[in-house]
């Protein structure tokens, strides 16, 4: 799975990191995207929305959060 770490990074850094990460996958490819940021978990289900990938999971571990999308 191909990841990307934004911990420590503020609106609008971690949707800009997942939209280039995104840019170079292929469809059905899964990214895992850490964040600090508590607005990064509605940031990116609105991100997937308008890009038409899919959010598969949001989980809190500690003080981060990790989100799984799929590139449609």
């Known amino acids: 799975m191909n990841e990307v770490?934004?911990?420590?990074l503020n609106c609008p850094m971690p949707v800009?990191?997942?939209?280039k990460?995104?840019?170079?996958?292929?469809?059905g490819e899964m990214?895992?995207?850490?964040t600090?940021?508590?607005d990064s978990l509605r940031d990116l289900i609105a991100f997937c929305e308008v890009s038409g990938?899919?959010?598969v999971s949001q989980e809190t571990v500690?003080?981060?959060?990790?989100h799984v999308i799929r590139k449609n």
């Open 5 to 8: 770490n934004a911990c420590g």
């Open 16 to 19: 800009r990191m997942t939209k």
């Open 21 to 27: 990460a995104l840019a170079g996958l292929q469809p």
């Open 31 to 34: 990214l895992q995207v850490t």
């Open 36 to 38: 600090t940021d508590y």
């Open 53 to 55: 990938d899919t959010m």
């Open 62 to 66: 500690g003080d981060e959060f990790v």
